[in-house]
């Protein structure tokens, strides 16, 4: 399989981590409060930058934490590796959410910034192993990210931050690149000042998804949806309770 983040790791939590701290992890936290019986599934994990929020606000359970990039788990064993109590509480699966094992009972799933790594095959697998596995009302809280079709999107600032003497920042741009699907080049560049020191690039297939789209797969797959918060809450229709 090839690692999409080879080139993005040694940045990553640099340019996402004030996503975390700014929106992501307060209206996450308030999604989850009401989570099931069973472990918490926090798909595409990353380096781990929202294992603090969810084991803050589940203090009691346990996670499964799905990640198939080689070069972000460097950055979440690095940081299971400074906190033990985390480190007991999460088991990291090296696959994608598709290939992963997972137990028959979930007492919460959490995705952020991953969707667009999913065909519709793929997602509608997702949508029919949560109705399966979810708890009674426990929720599964993800993020729509652009674009909802097709469509070229023009170079647009991701983040900016400074280390030092030096300045990190990430921008990226998109284009159509087939039926229901975009090319990303995400673009990583290091600068002393007005001095370019370094840029890596980083291209990979993105699956456009809409709203009124992602609705009509949730339908089929007999569970409801709110957006709330920039985020996107599934639950089990009632019920299923």
């Known amino acids: 399989m090839t690692d999409l983040y080879a080139s993005a790791a040694e940045h990553f939590d640099l340019i996402t981590k004030p996503l975390w701290l700014g929106s992501i992890g307060p209206a996450l936290s308030m999604a989850i409060e009401q989570a099931g019986e069973g472990p918490v599934l926090d798909i595409g994990t990353g380096t781990g930058l929202g294992l603090a929020t969810i084991a803050s606000v589940l203090p009691e359970h346990e996670i499964i934490a799905v990640e198939p990039s080689p070069s972000l788990r460097i950055g979440l064993f690095a940081r299971l590796a400074d906190d033990p109590a985390l480190a007991k509480r999460v088991t990291v699966l090296p696959t994608t959410v598709e290939e992963a094992i997972l137990p ?76 229901g699907r975009v090319t990303w080049r995400v673009t990583y560049r290091v600068h002393d000042g007005d001095t370019l020191l370094s840029e890596r690039t980083m291209d990979h297939q993105w699956w456009t998804l809409a709203e009124s789209q992602l609705q009509d797969e949730l339908r089929q797959a007999e569970l409801r949806v709110q957006f709330r918060d920039g985020l996107v809450v599934i639950h089990k229709p009632l019920k299923a309770a």
Do not use: K
């Not at 109705?131 to 426990?138: F, Y």
């Open 104 to 179: 028959s009972r979930l007492g919460a799933a959490v995705g952020i910034n991953m969707l667009g790594h999913l065909n519709p095959a793929a997602r509608t697998a997702l949508w029919s192993c949560l109705a399966a596995r979810l708890s009674p009302d426990a929720p599964a809280v993800f993020t729509l990210q652009p674009s909802s079709r097709p469509e070229r999107i023009p170079e647009t600032p991701f983040g900016e931050t400074t280390v030092g003497r030096l300045r990190y920042s990430a921008s990226g741009a998109a284009n159509p690149a087939g039926e």
